[in-house]
C-alpha cells in the first residue's frame, strides 16, 4: 500500500541535502585528522552550518566519531531526511501498512524507485526508526515494547501480532 505523502519519508528533500551534509562531515573528518579540534571550534561550525540547512538539532547526531557507529552515509542520510510530523486523521489501513512495515522484513521492489531510495529506504524502518518516530509522535499509546519481545504473566515470551499493536495504538 502507498502512503499519503505526508506519512512517507520526504526522499526528495533527503537527496537534495545529502551531498552537501556528506561532504560537511568528510570535510570536518578530513580537518580533525590533519589539524585536531580540542577545542572543538569546527565541531560547533559543522553543527551550526547543518541545522540551519536542515533545521535540526544536531546533539542527537554523533558527528565526530560516526566510524564507530553505521558510517558517514547513513548518518548524511539521517541528518538530510525531515523528521516525521504530525498528521490528522490517519486511517486503520495507513497505520496497519506502517506497523506491517516494522514487523516484517520485506524487501522493496527497486524497478521504480531511485537509486537513492533503494540504497536508504531499510534505514528509515530498520535504522533510523522514522516510522517508529512517526507512531510515537501520533499515538499516545505508543510504546517501544508492542515492536519487541515480551514476556507475559507465566514468564513465556510472545510478539504482539500486527492488529494487537493496531487495536492498541488507535484505541
Known amino acids: 500500500m502507498e502512503l499519503r505523502k505526508e506519512i512517507e519519508p520526504q526522499f526528495d528533500v ?13 570535510d570536518y573528518t578530513d ?14 561550525k559543522l553543527e551550526e552550518k ?24 547513513n548518518l548524511a ?19 496497519y501498512e506502517i506497523v506491517r512495515r516494522l514487523k516484517t522484513f520485506e524487501e522493496i521492489n527497486t524497478k521504480h524507485v531511485s537509486d537513492f531510495f533503494s540504497t536508504f529506504y531499510q ?5 533510523n526508526g522514522y516510522f517508529m518516530k512517526f507512531l510515537e509522535i501520533n499515538f499516545n499509546k505508543f510504546r517501544l515494547n508492542l515492536f519487541q519481545r515480551n514476556k507475559d504473566k507465566d514468564r513465556k515470551y510472545f510478539e504482539y501480532s500486527i492488529d494487537e499493536v493496531i487495536a492498541i495504538l488507535i484505541e
Open 31 to 44: 580537518y580533525c585528522e590533519k589539524n585536531g579540534d580540542e577545542e572543538n571550534i569546527e565541531y560547533k
Open 77 to 95: 542520510f539521517d541528518i538530510s531526511l525531515p523528521d516525521p510530523q504530525k498528521v490528522n486523521s490517519l486511517t486503520k489501513e495507513e497505520v
Open 50 to 73: 547543518l541545522n540551519l540547512m536542515t533545521g535540526k538539532e544536531m546533539s542527537k547526531f554523533n558527528l565526530w566519531e560516526w566510524w564507530e557507529e553505521e558510517g558517514a552515509e
Open 123 to 127: 534505514n528509515t524502518v530498520y535504522g
Open 14 to 26: 533527503a537527496e537534495n541535502r545529502y551531498p552537501e551534509v556528506l561532504k560537511s562531515i568528510l
